[in-house]
């Protein structure tokens, strides 16, 4: 098992991660959570969508409901090289 103090919010379709917080992010972000979450539970990333403010993460459970990128970590890194096929990522990156 690796280090792990967060998600990559460079996750594509198919990533899991484990809801480790109930309570981070905006008002609305934990209004979702605490209605749709359990902690330490398993979810499928559908999509992130990457801002310079937050990162909003859609589950494959729940598709159209936005969470915090703060409340889950990764079950397994991903890759740089995977990283950078997300949609977002040469906007917040140099290369």
Do not use: C
Request: aromatic residues 14%; charged residues 30%.
């Amino acid at each position: 098992m690796f280090d792990n103090f967060g998600m990559n919010i460079y996750a594509l379709k198919g990533h899991k991660v484990k809801a480790t917080s109930l309570n981070q992010g905006y008002q609305y972000h934990i209004e979702n959570a605490e209605k749709y979450l359990k902690l330490d539970q398993i979810y499928t990333v559908d999509r992130t969508e990457v801002a310079s403010s937050k990162t909003e993460v859609y589950l494959q459970e729940f598709p159209d409901i936005p969470f915090n990128s703060t409340m889950f970590e990764d079950l397994v890194p991903q890759s740089t090289e995977d990283d950078k096929k997300h949609p977002d990522y040469y906007e917040f990156n140099d290369e």
